[in-house]
């Protein structure tokens, strides 16, 4: 009988189910295998800290970056902290293969991908006008296409198998628009939404997706997307990398849609989220702004 085309339909329990023969596909894949979560810049900064306490927690770890060197010198060193092995995949996540590349690494060191941390990033600071296309589109190409693809590679199997995860670093930024980091803020801003839409269409069905909202953190970003001398790295008190993976691990485990580590972070989301953007927007500007781009000087 053809359904009668009411609103009532659209508030039936519904959930998009994976099929039987899907399931036991993923299932199969899997076989003999052991879950592992796998971080995206896990060599330095945020990600090595997040995959310590990963590590700390008793998962085995996967971490992936560019600079092979670095990230053999990162295992060593979780190695020793923690005494677990860690698997090093040197991979480009911009790269349109990199899924692939991460699937075949993790699946020859006999795990799976369980947990997808999103924590590579790409930051740009100084005036939108003043940044280069290459830098633009490097930009777009990690923060926005590359962290988009994974989610989208990763979760089908995870969904099927009703275990496992996402969890994608944005930042605090993500609340507000950043001039003087204009494109960083937004792509940020992409992150959140994306990941909340994601959690709400998923909920119930055993995966956890989650956005990560840091605030200022002390690790070498700042220096390399050139915001070293801007205002806010004077007078926004920064957390260090490891309690903000201690927060970032508890709110994932407790399957926590949006985490925003620390007192303070939690006091400007809030605030953030109240205020209007004739008041936060210029507050950013000059937060955020450099000794090179005053307009005053
Ligand atoms: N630091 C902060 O204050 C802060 C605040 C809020 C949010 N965040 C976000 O937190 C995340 C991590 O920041 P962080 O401060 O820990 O940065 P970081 O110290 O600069 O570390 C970045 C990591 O990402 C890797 N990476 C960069 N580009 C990559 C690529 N294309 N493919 C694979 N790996 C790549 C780097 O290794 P290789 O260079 O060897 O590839 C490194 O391991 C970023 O998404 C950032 O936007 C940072």
């Known amino acids: 009988m053809e359904e009668k085309r009411t609103a009532w339909r659209f508030f039936k329990p519904w959930r998009f189910s994976t099929d039987e023969a899907t399931v036991r596909k993923a299932m199969l894949n899997v076989a003999g295998l052991a879950p592992a979560v796998v971080i995206t810049g896990g060599s330095r900064g ?15 770890v996967v971490i992936v970056a560019r600079n092979a060197v670095r990230l053999d010198e990162a295992a060593r060193e979780l190695g020793a902290a923690t005494g677990s092995e860690v698997v090093t995949v040197v991979c480009d996540v911009a790269e ?23 924590n590579a990033g790409f930051g740009l600071a100084g005036t939108y006008v003043g940044h280069s296309d290459v830098d633009l589109s490097r930009l777009l190409a990690i923060n926005v296409e590359a962290l988009t693809r994974l989610t989208r590679a990763a979760l ?8 496992g995860g996402v969890m994608n670093v944005a930042s605090l930024g993500a609340c507000v628009p950043g001039p003087n980091q204009a494109a960083y803020y937004a792509s940020k801003a992409y992150v959140v939404s994306l990941t909340e839409a994601i959690a709400s269409e998923v909920s119930g069905m055993g995966v956890r997706v989650s956005a990560l909202l840091p605030g200022p953190i002390d690790t070498a970003f700042h220096e390399e997307m050139g915001a070293g001398r801007s205002l806010y ?3 926004l008190p920064p957390m260090s990398a490891k309690s903000v993976a201690r927060s970032a691990y508890r709110g994932f485990l407790f399957g926590n849609r949006v985490i925003v580590p620390g007192l303070s972070n939690s006091f400007f989301f809030l605030a953030l989220k109240i205020l209007p953007h004739a008041i936060t927007v210029p507050m950013m500007y000059w937060l955020l702004r450099r000794p090179d781009n005053l307009r005053d000087t």
């Open 156 to 163: 089908p199997d995870m969904l099927a198998r009703a275990r």
């Open 96 to 118: 349109p293969n990199a899924f692939d590349v991460i699937s075949a690494d993790v699946k020859r060191a006999g795990l799976y991908l369980d947990v997808l941390v999103n």
């Open 46 to 60: 945020i990600g090595l800290a997040l995959a310590q306490r990963f590590l700390e927690g008793g998962h085995r």
């Open 233 to 235: 790295r004077y007078v």
